[in-house]
């Protein structure tokens, strides 16, 4: 997995809708493709991606074979205090990657 | 060797067919395959229209990356389902209090089909929303 990039306000007001954007490097290869010996090509895709604020989760997602190379994620969300933003990607071989962004509120 | 042009067009015509079916049935999922991932969605609930919207283009010259935009205020669950893809499935969101009920992705699309967006709102009824997209180049490989 590449590293990620997340696009997050660095203030807002409390009880703000930020829009929150992420992307991560990776081939998400779809278990589909087949290699010019007509071999199948297999399966390896980052399969969740989760966002918590101050260890509440915001959203999280399953993600299949149909997601395209470079899964972007995007979602809005309420700001109701000043935290921090985790982000987390796992995946098919176990690996996890993750990033914080800080969040200030007034 | 005297091939009349008569004869090898009909010839080729055949092989055509032949060729053509078994790939058109590897490929996409069938009506069965779309349904049994609703069914596991929903758990057989009927599933209502309206209180959600989805924002696909009309048209996607390129298969491999097609915007998608997927929003329900209130939802704590919302699938995405590529009716036309070899499996369906797409992507599984799911909302905390804090989320906004939306999300944005990039998709895959083997060929022109219906996306297909279902929710499980707060009070566990189920509403969907299905869209068109035309797509030029497939993206599922070969």
Known sequence: MGKPRVKVPKSAAAGDVVTIKTLIKHKMESGQRKDKDGNKIPRKIINFFSATFNGTEVMSVNLHGAVSTNPFIQFDMTVPETGDLAFKWVDDDGTVTETTKTIKVG | ?142
Do not use: H, Y
């Open chain 2, 1 to 142: 060797m005297n091939i009349s042009r008569r004869k090898a067009l009909a010839f080729g015509g055949a092989a055509l067919t032949v060729t053509l079916v078994p790939v058109s049935f590897a490929q996409a999922a069938s009506e069965d395959v779309m349904k049994a991932a609703i069914a596991a969605f929903t758990g057989g609930a009927d599933v209502a229209e309206g209180g959600i919207e989805l924002t696909t283009p009309e048209i996607a010259e390129n298969g491999n990356t097609v915007p998608v935009a997927v929003s329900s205020p209130g939802a704590k669950r919302i699938i995405l389902l590529a009716s036309g893809n070899p499996n369906p499935n797409v992507a599984d969101f799911a909302f905390g209090a804090l989320a906004a009920g939306n999300g944005s992705t990039r998709i895959r699309l083997a060929g022109t089909q219906d996306v297909v967006a279902i929710a499980e709102m707060a009070d566990g009824s189920f509403t969907q929303v299905a869209k068109a997209v035309k797509v030029t180049i497939g993206g599922c490989g070969g």
